[in-house]
């Protein structure tokens, strides 16, 4: 993993730690059920942020190395796969 990315991944993920113990502090403490739905949004938002990271790397690395190493079929099928799962989210 490109060391930039993780970086930026795992500061990401930290955050959303935080979020998600905060979150759970808020059902815990029955707060108002907007508010609750608001910061669950913000973690999936946060996370989608780190989803296009990971992506972002794997394009940038895996894959590009398996198309500069003749195995063009193989990249284009990791292309399909998360090309797939992105599908699956709408």
Known sequence: ???NI???AL???TIVQGQLKGLIKMVED???CVDIITQSSAI???L???EHLILENHLSTHVLDQMKGGKEKK???EILKVYKLA???K
């Open 75 to 77: 990249a284009i099928g």
């Open 11 to 13: 500061r990401r993920l």
């Open 44 to 46: 999936k938002e946060a």
């Open 6 to 8: 993780k970086q930026k």
């Open 87 to 89: 599908q699956r989210k």
């Open 30 to 32: 029955e707060k108002y």
């Open 48 to 50: 989608s942020g780190v």
């Open 1 to 3: 993993m490109e060391v």
